[in-house]
């Protein structure tokens, strides 16, 4: 009877196996995403089994839902919102730009000023400054907040603010945070403040969704001020962690009508995450300082294109002498890979920057696989060498740049929830371009015999690294 019982689960596993790696052929957004899944749901049903189940969706299917249901009532706000914005919609005859729109779902706006924040210690002065300032609300989330001498500095911004009457709502990811005290929290909303994870698997119907991050980092005041970029909340953030040294990040503030379009990503997922309907300011006000155009352009696993791969290819395909790229993670997909290559061929100036001191290990010795074909086509890789590198910038030409939560590889691309700004205005360009020309100083340049020079041993893990980079 055992032997029996035994036998009949054996085979139970494996035809779920097979059932599992239909499904993934059937829906996985990248063939070696699904060649990767296939051959572990076959071989190995036993391990690869609950893995696929509970980190294999390729979509946001709970969120996807939640849009439909919620029609009746954000659609009718957003068709307002979207009504009053009309004045400052930027018509463009550039074929590029109105792609962005088409991708972003959001349209180009004029009467923004984007203002450049250098690493952690100008972010966060800016932004407590902002919260300090704030008459109405305060809509705020980060994909990592912890508890340590920054985080307890933003509860207290926020625990005065909610005290002289704002309204303060607070989002985190579960698993970003997961280390964030209940006490951190607690003392938020005994304050008043409205807290929520995003809670990506809430509910017995979503349980199968830990693989999915909401990695954005957004925080608007009264509808008129928003900041987005690289930046979480952490000491490290401030280069005070001796394990990571000096921290190189890029945040972003926005004043004008594109801070709607932050509002509008952070409204959507607090309505995910916690059903309410919250109440905001949605009318534009425009900056008088300068006049920036900016598109807003959230991505996720919940839209129906791979919106954040198709941004970056776009980017890429815009440009004519320069392409300057900075990421923490560099494990492109196939398409962007080509992309890169293609640019380097016909002439444009493609640097991508990348740290020299890893952080996450699969992902460093991955890029080690495709970097000899980046360099023989022409892309020039650097490495930053003053501490890690984490900001997630792209600069075109002198005459677009984009700031934003996006890194080059596939979590990024498929599984979180990111945010980005693409500004085609020349003056902003320009600024980053100086931004950049000043990091690549601290920077060296990979070249093919260091990449040749490497062990066998070493070859070999970065291969199979890179192949499981679909599945991270």
């Not at 905001?280 to 300082?289: G, H, R």
């Amino acid at each position: 009877m055992a032997s029996w019982l035994l036998g009949t689960g054996i085979l139970l596993i494996h035809l779920l196996g097979i059932v599992s790696a239909i499904m993934a052929l059937m829906s996985s957004r990248t063939s070696q995403g699904a060649v990767a899944w296939i051959i572990s749901l076959l071989t190995f049903p036993y391990v690869a089994l609950p893995a696929y189940w509970f980190f294999g969706r390729p979509r946001f299917y709970g969120y996807v839902s939640a849009r439909g249901q919620r029609d009746t009532v954000l659609r009718r706000v957003l068709a307002r919102y979207r009504a009053n914005i009309q004045p400052y919609v930027a018509p463009s005859s550039n074929a590029d730009i109105q792609a962005v729109e088409q991708l972003a779902m959001m349209p180009l706006t004029h009467g923004n000023q984007a203002t450049l924040l250098i690493d952690g210690p100008a972010t966060f002065e800016s932004l407590f400054d902002g919260i300090d300032r704030a008459e109405q609300y305060v809509l705020l989330q980060f994909f990592i907040v912890r508890n340590d001498a920054l985080g307890q500095r933003l509860k207290d911004h926020l625990q005065r603010a909610a005290q002289r009457g704002v309204r303060v709502y607070f989002l985190y990811d579960e698993v970003g945070s997961r280390k964030l005290a209940d006490s951190y929290l607690n003392d938020l909303i005994s304050d008043g403040v409205a807290v929520s994870a995003f809670r990506s698997s809430r509910g017995l119907k979503h349980r199968f969704q830990l693989n999915f991050r909401n990695h954005r980092k957004v925080t608007v005041i009264d509808g008129k001020e928003g900041w987005v970029g690289g930046l979480n909340v952490g000491v490290e953030y401030l280069g005070e962690n001796p394990r990571h040294g000096a921290w190189r990040d890029t945040h972003l503030k926005l004043e004008g009508p594109s801070v709607l379009g932050l509002q509008e990503a952070f409204w959507e997922d607090w309505h995910w995450a916690t059903d309410e309907v919250i109440s905001l300011n949605w009318y534009p006000d425009t900056s008088p300082a300068t006049d920036h155009h900016v598109v807003i352009v959230p991505s996720g696993p919940a839209d129906r294109q791979d919106t954040a791969s198709l941004l970056v290819q776009q980017v890429i395909h815009s440009a004519k002498q320069r392409l300057w790229v900075t990421s923490p993670y560099f494990v492109p997909d196939q398409g962007v890979q080509d992309a890169l290559r293609l640019a380097a061929m016909r002439g444009v100036d493609v640097r991508v920057m990348i740290p020299e001191r890893p952080d996450h290990l699969l992902v460093f010795l991955s890029a080690f696989s495709f970097l000899p074909d980046m360099l023989r086509a022409g892309v020039k890789i650097y490495r930053y060498l003053p501490g890690f590198l984490h900001q997630k910038v792209m600069l075109v030409d002198n005459s677009a740049a984009t700031v934003g939560t996006i890194n080059l590889d596939n979590r990024s691309f498929r599984l979180n929830f990111e945010i980005t700004a693409f500004i085609p205005s020349r003056n902003f360009a320009i600024s980053v371009q100086e931004m950049l020309e000043k990091d690549f100083t601290y920077c060296r340049r990979v070249t093919m015999d260091e990449i040749n020079q490497r062990p066998v041993w070493m070859k070999v893990v970065s291969r199979a690294a890179y192949l499981m980079a679909p599945v991270q």
